[in-house]
Structures are given as C-alpha cells and as structure tokens.
C-alpha cells in the first residue's frame, strides 16, 4: 500500500531528546519534518503557518506545556494531530480528556514510533477509528522515599495507596506498614512517572492495581490486596475520571 506524506514538527525544549526523534523519522522515507523546535511558546504560530499533519509535543517544558499548546490547537481548529512524546506516563488522563492522538513514553523506540505512524495512516487516511496507546504500567518503577531514619527505595507495585496528613505523606504498603515522607502529597505526586497510580481526591492517590471496586452513589473507592479490603473517599469528579480511565485502559 502507498503512503502518503507525512508533514510533523516537533517541539521539545531538550536538544538530545529532540535531535534523538527528529533522526528516529529520517528513517520513515513518508515522514517529512518541516519544523524542530525548543521554544514552546513559538509552537501556535509556526503550526499556524506549516499547518502540519502530525505534532510531536514534549509535555513538561517552560514557559507553556504541551497540554496547554493541545488546548490552543482545539481551541483554534487546526488540523493537526498532536502525539505526546513525554518522560512521564502519569498525563495520560489529561491527555485523553484533550482529545490527543497518541501518547509516547520516552525513551522512544522506533518499533512503538512505527506502531503509531500506522495508527495514524489507518485513522486519518484510511478512516479506521483512532485508538490511543495506553502506556502499559512499570510494575519495577520505583519510590525513593527519605525520612528521619534514612533512604528506603521501593517498587510502584508495593505500594497500595498514599495518603495526606497535613504536611506529610504516608505511603501505605501493600506488605503491611506506613512510611511516611515529610513532603506534602502534590510534592510527592511528581515522583511518580507510572500510571498505575491515580488521584481520587486531593489527599488520596491508589494504585490502580489493587482497585476492586468503585462505588458512585457513596464515593467510595474500595481496593483488596491480600487478606486486605480498604474502603477509601473520593471526589464526584475524580471518581468519574476514575472510571473513564480504566474503561480506555
């Protein structure tokens, strides 16, 4: 089958991670990459004049962040799909919600870089319906949590739930016990580069894994690890992202 051209740009602030996917293309002969830029708050204007099919965007970077360049390209009406490529799996939500097309985990590699371009080719020019790649959790991710007593270093996949107490954070294990880091839970949060983890209120974050079941009428979301049934509150809104998370997953 043909392929039509492939017109991109891509916006990143790092050289290496930019540079990295810009060679990664030149190995697709249908991929033309009219635009590789580092300044983010430039990205409106030259998708406004390139117009370009596909948007490679970085997601943590100054000045404005990808998922504020993704609002400004609905908000616009320009044609261009936008493919997160990003260090950190934990936007995926927000991702989904603004209507990305796709969502790459650096490092990238070039068979998942492959994977998407057909994605694209089958939704955009064959008309198949789009479906985002859900990256698959790092049950082997880790937690490096310092207190009072020293440096523990522990597995996403051990933990169950993390709860906020005032300035604090108790990580609730999955084996028994609570550590506890003296940082509050939105310093925490960032720690994490998995989406096996989700937010259901402001003082809550689960693991997904261990989730059971999830009560709308009480806001009430239940995990089981073990012998261990815990019964944990959650916000109207939280709870309904909760649950339109794991239907795409």
């Not at 406004?48 to 998922?67: E, N, Q, R, T, W």
């Not at 590699?109 to 089958?122: D, G, I, S, T, W």
């Not at 690890?225 to 709870?239: F, M, P, T, V």
Request: proline residues 3%; contains cysteine; aromatic residues 8%.
């Amino acid at each position: 089958m043909n392929i039509a051209p492939i017109s991109c740009i891509i916006i990143d602030d790092d050289n290496f991670s930019r540079n990295y996917l810009n060679d990664m293309l030149t190995e697709f002969p249908e991929i033309n990459v009219v635009e590789s830029l580092s300044e983010s708050s430039m990205a409106i204007r030259h998708l406004a004049v390139h117009k370009p099919d596909i948007a490679f965007l970085d997601i943590d970077m100054p000045k404005k962040d990808g998922l504020s360049i993704l609002n400004e390209i609905n908000e616009l009406g320009i044609d261009t799909k936008v493919i997160f490529v990003t260090s950190y799996e934990h936007y995926v939500l927000d991702a989904l919600k603004k209507n990305a097309f796709d969502y790459l985990v650096k490092p990238v590699k070039k068979q998942v870089l492959c994977e998407a371009l057909a994605r694209f080719n089958e939704s955009v020019l064959c008309g198949k319906p789009a479906v985002m790649n859900i990256p698959e959790p790092d049950a082997n991710n880790k937690l490096i949590i310092q207190n009072a007593h020293g440096t523990l270093i522990v597995k996403h996949s051990d933990i169950a739930y993390i709860e906020a107490e005032g300035s604090y954070t108790n990580i609730n294990m999955v084996a028994g016990g609570i550590e506890t880091i003296s940082k509050n839970i939105g310093k925490v949060e960032k720690q994490f580069n998995s989406n096996l983890f989700f937010k259901i209120s402001r003082s809550c974050i689960i693991n997904i894994s261990y989730l059971s079941k999830i009560d709308r009428l009480k806001r009430i979301v239940h995990l089981q690890y073990g012998d261990k049934k815990i019964s944990l509150k959650a916000s109207k809104e939280l709870l309904y992202d909760l649950e339109s998370f794991i239907h795409k997953c």
